[in-house]
């Protein structure tokens, strides 16, 4: 079982380390995306990345750190930090695909040499595998930026409390500053400025506020968008927004293409003006699609459309159709 924390006794006090991405302080989450970043040049190892995290929390210097107990205690603490890495196996898991949930959630956390009690492990081992960033988490981590001392903005909220979740991001917002994910760094600025607008949104105010957003540290920036994509991916992998992304890309696949103009269809729909469908909650707006393809479904499946027909028209595989009939 993988623990959100990672407790130990030291000279009898009770120590935890945190071991999920949602248990991050601000501080710990922008120094951790920073040894990412050295670890993507390839001027760091993910084994390093571990001891400085685990050297971060606890307040230690690793150059401190003489006796080989000393070491080996913290090399042994590193290897119990599973969060920001999944592992990867040949063939997109292949090996892993008849597991249960539990067993393929530790053995894409744990390598292969550490998994005790899992008969898969001695396979495992023996296959080539790489680790991966693991980028899909439901938290602000930044929630506020700060420009020259003096100016502060506010991040968009997002709240997963009493098991609801909710994003004061408008559909606009989102889908701009989605258009900017994987772009080059002299993107970020926008996308910062987009996230972090301190009034109703405009695509003209955030353009212009993005020049102040220039002077902002490259860490800074990065930590910034490798938040936003987190959320964007817990979003449509975690939740029933999941839906929107398993279409291929045809007319009804709305998320995989033509966002904008999927925005503002439903202003032909009657669902208001552009002005107020621009600036529906991003929540809503996914609904709303989701419920759209849901019952286009349905009225394919009532006009006696088969299902490989439905499937071509509206690219879902025939699975998740099943599900929705």
């Known amino acids: 079982m993988l623990n959100p924390t990672i407790d130990f006794m030291a000279k009898g006090v009770q120590y935890s380390i945190p071991n999920t991405w949602e248990s991050l302080t601000p501080y710990l989450f922008r120094s951790l995306i920073h040894d990412i970043s050295l670890m993507a040049q390839g001027k760091l190892s993910i084994a390093m990345v571990r001891v400085n995290?685990?050297?971060?929390?606890?307040?230690?210097?690793?150059?401190k750190i003489k006796d080989s107990d000393g070491l080996?205690?913290?090399?042994?603490?590193?290897?119990?930090?599973?969060?920001?890495?999944?592992?990867v196996y040949p063939d997109n898991d292949a090996a892993l695909q008849d597991l249960d949930f539990e067993t393929r959630k530790l053995?894409?956390?744990?390598?292969?040499?550490?998994?005790?009690?899992?008969t898969i492990a001695r396979y495992l081992s023996k296959q080539p595998y790489n680790y991966a960033v693991d980028s899909c988490f439901c938290k602000q981590q930044i929630p506020a930026i700060r420009i020259d001392d003096d100016e502060l903005y506010s991040a968009y909220n997002i709240?997963?409390?009493?098991n609801r979740l909710t994003c004061s991001l408008t559909a606009l917002q989102f889908i701009e500053a989605r258009s900017l994910i994987g772009g080059s760094l002299d993107q970020l600025p926008l996308l910062a400025a987009i996230l972090y607008y301190p009034e109703q949104y405009s695509s003209?105010?955030?353009h212009a506020l993005a020049h102040k957003f220039v002077n902002l540290p490259t860490d800074e920036l990065?930590?910034?968008?490798?938040?936003?994509?987190?959320?964007?991916?817990?979003?449509?992998?975690?939740?029933?927004?999941?839906?929107?992304?398993?279409?291929?890309?045809?007319?009804?696949s709305a998320?995989?293409?033509?966002?904008?103009?999927?925005?503002?269809?439903?202003?032909?729909?009657?669902?208001?003006?552009?002005?107020?469908?621009e600036r529906m909650n991003i929540l809503q707006y996914l609904a709303i699609l989701r419920k759209k393809l849901i019952d286009t479904v349905r009225s394919l499946h009532s006009a006696k459309m088969e299902k490989i027909d439905i499937a071509n028209e509206t690219g879902l595989p025939i699975y998740i159709i099943n599900d929705i009939l």
């Open 222 to 252: 990065t930590a910034i968008a490798f938040n936003f994509q987190a959320f964007v991916n817990y979003l449509f992998t975690k939740t029933e927004f999941k839906l929107l992304t398993e279409a291929k890309n045809t007319k009804e």
């Open 159 to 162: 709240d997963t409390s009493f």
């Open 53 to 63: 995290y685990v050297c971060r929390v606890m307040g230690w210097q690793l150059k």
């Open 204 to 206: 003209d105010g955030a």
């Open 72 to 87: 080996a205690n913290l090399t042994w603490l590193a290897e119990q930090v599973t969060f920001p890495f999944t592992i």
């Open 255 to 277: 998320i995989s293409t033509g966002a904008l103009e999927s925005l503002y269809n439903l202003s032909s729909d009657g669902l208001g003006d552009v002005y107020t469908v």
């Open 107 to 118: 053995c894409k956390r744990i390598p292969p040499h550490r998994l005790t009690g899992i």
